[in-house]
């Protein structure tokens, strides 16, 4: 088909949750460089500085609530292609874990029914994790996990909306090493930068990288490529596999500070850090014992079967563009 031909065709919609945030904004930024869509992006507030810088790149910024199903089929209406997101952590900071999983559930389902009604869907790309709690057979649940994956078991039980559905699971983001719990803090008496960790410094790490940029470019070869992403396929988006103690390593290169690894029972990270110690040190734990295998609860594939390389971000490139901002 000639260039022409192709400018011919009707733009497919792509609605996108969350476009304001890291990783729908990532898918935003993704498809306005390749052009070939008509973009309607998400957000609680399309008057916000972010939302009416999309609207001048082109993009239909609307409101909805995903708490309210109608709401959401309405956002929905005439669309192609959709990525949907939920924020759990957002409703764990005010209200805990167990609130936090109900929240993120309903959401995932109102989105999960509100694709299954849109007549003129053609792919459902839905951004989850699998679940901790059935992988270490009870042994440690993670909520941000453990909710997402009861979602997908929703969706698994619609032929119809499964046939349409990629699974989209994400490695660490880089920006968590800007999280309170997993930022190193400098020790003064010992003139270094301490991390305590629930974890040995060998535990296996799977990350994305920059997700701001990453998460965009493999919706992007998901959506190219529908024969190798559909009817319910799962794919990992990575950019390596590395170690705690490695992820420590790129932090000290970068900023040029001594650091110390420090491992800690998953207790005393919790006192450091209630509540949220247990939700990240409990994922933390899982990936230590198990390795591997803690993404092994569904067949799933990667960059190199999309044919992704050069235009990832990297967990150390990455953390050069967080460190170095104005804002640290």
């Not at 935003?28 to 070939?36: F, Q, R």
């Not at 007549?119 to 009870?138: M, N, Q, V």
């Not at 988006?237 to 103690?245: L, R, S």
């Not at 110690?277 to 092994?296: I, P, R, T």
Request: charged share 20%; with cysteine; glycine share 8%.
């Amino acid at each position: 088909m000639s260039a022409q031909q192709k400018s011919s065709l009707p733009q497919k919609l792509v609605v996108v949750v969350g476009a304001t945030g890291g990783q729908g904004g990532s898918v935003i930024n993704s498809l306005l460089a390749d052009g070939s869509y008509r973009l309607r992006g998400i957000t609680r507030n399309p008057q916000s500085k972010n939302s009416q810088a999309l609207t001048a790149k082109g993009v239909e910024m609307i409101t909805a609530d995903l708490n309210d199903a109608e709401s959401v089929i309405a956002a929905f209406k005439d669309a192609n292609i959709v990525f949907a997101v939920t924020n759990y952590f957002e409703t764990f900071a005010t209200s805990g874990p167990e609130e936090a999983m109900k929240v993120e559930y309903a959401q995932g389902v109102n989105m999960a029914k509100a694709a299954s009604v849109t007549t003129s869907l053609e792919h459902f790309i839905w951004s989850t994790l699998p679940s901790r709690k059935a992988i270490s057979k009870g042994k440690c649940p993670v909520p941000h996990c453990d909710a997402k994956a009861q979602v997908d078991a929703f969706i698994k039980k619609d032929e119809a909306l499964l046939a349409k559905t990629t699974f989209l699971w994400t490695g660490l983001f880089a920006e968590t090493m800007q999280h309170p719990m997993l930022v190193p803090n400098l020790l003064q008496s010992a003139g270094k930068c301490v991390w305590l960790q629930p974890v040995p410094a060998s535990t296996l790490v799977f990350t994305i990288g920059d997700h701001t940029i990453n998460v965009g470019h493999f919706v992007h070869a998901i959506i190219k490529q529908p024969k190798l992403t559909l009817n319910g396929k799962y794919v990992f988006a990575t950019t390596e596999i590395t170690t705690m103690g490695k992820l420590l390593e790129h932090w000290s290169e970068v900023t040029g500070k001594e650091t110390e690894y420090l491992h800690i029972t998953l207790e005393e990270y919790n006192r450091l850090w209630p509540m949220w110690g247990l939700e990240v040190g409990s994922d933390l734990k899982c990936w230590d014992e198990f390795g591997a295998e803690s993404w092994a609860s569904e067949k799933c594939f990667g960059r190199q079967e999309l044919g992704l390389g050069q235009e990832l971000v990297g967990f150390r490139d990455a953390l050069v563009t967080l460190l170095k901002s104005p804002h640290n």
